[in-house]
Antibody, heavy 118, light 108 residues
Framework: QVQLQESGPGLVKPSGTLSLTCAVSGGSISSSDWWSWVRQPPGKGLEWVGEIYHGGNTNYNSSLKSRVTISVDKSENQFSLKLNSVTAADTAVYYC???????????WGQGTLVTVSS | EIVMTQSPATLSVSPGERATLSCRAS??????LAWYQQKPGQAPRLLIYGASTRATAIPARFSGGGSGTEFTLTISSLQSEDFAVYYCQQYHNWPPKTFGQGTKLEIK
């Protein structure tokens, strides 16, 4: 059973950098799957942020592309999200998730709330 | 980018009755559609993929249908634990993977 766990600061200052890590257990990050970040502003719907394959290939939401970086650490079986120049609009619950062969999200982390505020 | 539109935004149904939720794609996505259930304070849970294949451990009262641009999620006899928000997601043409805005299924 694959499990994902997000970690990182819950509060980030405006114009700062949001940094989160997702630890994967019960499965290898070097599988045929893509590893994704999805966010959900309070009271709103789901927004795909981006994804990475273990080889390092990445895809990003075009609305965030200039500010987002996703990286993978195969030795630690984890992947990470960095979002630069954050504003209050980036306040959301951030989920990491596995996309089965890049398709649908079959495993999700519990989510972590990141608030952008001074 | 493929836009996913769900209707209605809110659906009020009594326990034991049938609920039908709709999802429309802005262009054909074949059967490359998934449905998720989300309860307050929880991560989404995969219900259906391939438009009609139930995910592991999903009860048979959940069924998905459709192809091309029109899709439905049907819950045949609503249980109390089924009242939640439901999202559709396309994976036909990505990036980006796109979600619908959600349908809230509430108790009538």
């Amino acid at each position: 059973q694959v499990q994902l766990q997000e970690s990182g600061p819950g509060l980030v200052k405006p114009s700062g950098t949001l940094s989160l890590t997702c630890a994967v257990s019960g499965g290898s990050i070097s599988s045929s799957d893509w590893w994704s970040w999805v966010r959900q502003p309070p009271g709103k719907g789901l927004e795909w942020v981006g994804e990475i394959y273990h080889g390092g290939n990445t895809n990003y939401n075009s609305s965030l592309k200039s500010r987002v970086t996703i990286s993978v650490d195969k030795s630690e079986n984890q992947f990470s999200l960095k979002l630069n120049s954050v504003t209050a609009a980036d306040t959301a619950v951030y989920y990491c998730a596995r996309a089965d062969r890049g398709r649908f999200f079959d495993y999700w982390g519990q989510g972590t709330l990141v608030t952008v505020s001074s | 980018e493929i836009v996913m539109t769900q209707s209605p935004a809110t659906l009020s149904v009594s326990p034991g009755e049938r609920a039908t939720l709709s999802c429309r794609a802005s262009q054909s996505i074949s059967s490359n559609l998934a449905w998720y259930q989300q309860k307050p304070g929880q991560a989404p849970r995969l219900l259906i993929y391939g438009a009609s294949t139930r995910a592991t451990a999903i009860p048979a009262r959940f069924s998905g249908g459709g192809s091309g641009t029109e899709f439905t999620l049907t819950i045949s006899s609503l249980q109390s634990e089924d009242f939640a928000v439901y999202y559709c997601q396309q994976y036909h043409n990505w990036p980006p993977k796109t979600f619908g805005q959600g349908t809230k299924l509430e108790i009538k």
